[in-house]
C-alpha cells in the first residue's frame, strides 16, 4: 500500500505540470514538439494493433492527462478513461471538453467500475508494473478479462523485464544535463531499486502466464513503441478466448 500511495501522490503532482502541456515528466529531455510528435506515433501503433473500429466501446486505463484517450474517441464508438490519480482525471476532464463520446472516471486497475463484457478493446499502457506485487497484476489480468467481451483484444504495454538496462537508460537522458548528478541520481537509484524497488520487472512467460490464468490469449509479443525502451519493455497484445 505504501508503494501505490508514493505513486498516487507522484501522479497527482505531475498532473498539475501536464495541465499546461503535453510534455510528459519522464527524464526524456524532448522539447514539446518532440513529445508531442513521440505521442503521435505511439497512438497510432495503439490504434493499429487493437484494430480500433467505429463499433468499438474502448477502455484507456492509466489514462493520464486523457491524450490517447482523446485519440481513440476519433477512431470509436465510445471510450472510458480511467485513472486511480484524481488530479490526472481532473486535468483529463478539462482537456477532453467539448468531447461527446468520451467519459472519465476515479478508478483501480484492480476493481474495474464496469460490468461484464462492457469493453471490445482495452488499452493498458504503462500500468501493470507501478502495481504492489504480482498478485496485484493477476487481480489486474482477471478484471481486464472479466470487463473485456468474448474475442475482445486488450493491449498491455511498455513493461520492462531488465531493471539494470533501465537504470542505464535513465542514466543516459540525465548525463545530458549533468554529469556529476547523474552519477549520483545513478547510485541512487540503484540503491532504490535493490532494497525497495519502486516498479516491477517481467518475464514474457510471466506476463502470457498472468493471460492464460485469467483466459486470454496471447497474440504477439513485441518491443514497446515507448521510445526510448525498446530494447528493455515489452508490449503484448491479448485476445478474450
Known amino acids: 500500500m505504501i508503494k501505490k500511495a508514493l505513486h498516487k501522490m507522484r501522479w497527482n503532482k505531475i498532473a ?13 529531455n524532448l522539447s514539446q ?6 505521442c503521435e506515433r505511439i497512438a497510432k501503433k495503439k490504434i493499429e ?16 492527462e486523457g491524450y ?30 467539448g468531447i461527446t463520446n ?3 472516471k476515479v478508478a483501480s486497475i484492480t476493481d474495474l467500475p464496469f460490468k461484464n463484457g462492457f469493453f471490445t478493446k482495452i488499452n493498458c499502457f504503462s500500468v501493470i508494473q507501478y502495481l504492489e506485487n504480482f498478485n496485484e497484476v493477476q487481480k489486474a489480468f482477471d478484471e481486464i478479462a472479466r470487463v473485456l ?7 498491455i504495454g511498455d513493461v520492462y523485464f531488465d531493471k539494470k538496462e533501465l537504470l542505464k537508460i535513465i542514466y543516459k537522458q540525465e548525463v545530458r544535463n549533468n554529469l556529476r548528478l547523474a552519477r ?5 537509484n540503484l540503491f532504490i531499486f535493490t532494497v525497495f524497488p519502486p516498479i516491477l520487472f517481467f518475464s514474457k512467460e510471466e506476463l502470457y502466464q498472468f493471460g492464460e490464468n485469467s483466459g486470454l490469449k496471447t497474440v ?3 518491443k514497446t513503441i515507448d521510445e526510448p525502451y525498446e530494447d528493455i519493455g515489452m508490449d503484448i497484445l491479448f485476445c478474450k478466448l
Open 16 to 28: 498539475g505540470k501536464l495541465a499546461k502541456n503535453r510534455v510528459a515528466i519522464r527524464g526524456r
Open 220 to 222: 504477439f509479443c513485441r
Open 184 to 188: 549520483i541520481g545513478y547510485l541512487i
Open 149 to 155: 467481451v468474448r474475442g475482445g483484444i486488450a493491449y
Open 68 to 97: 490517447f484517450t482523446r485519440e481513440f474517441a476519433r477512431h470509436s464508438s465510445q471510450v472510458w478513461g480511467i485513472d486511480f490519480a484524481p488530479k490526472m482525471i481532473e486535468v483529463a476532464i478539462n482537456k477532453g471538453k
Open 33 to 38: 514538439e518532440e513529445e508531442l510528435a513521440l
Open 49 to 64: 494493433y487493437l484494430k480500433i473500429s467505429s463499433d468499438d466501446n474502448v477502455l484507456d486505463i492509466g489514462c493520464s
Open 102 to 104: 468520451v467519459s472519465y
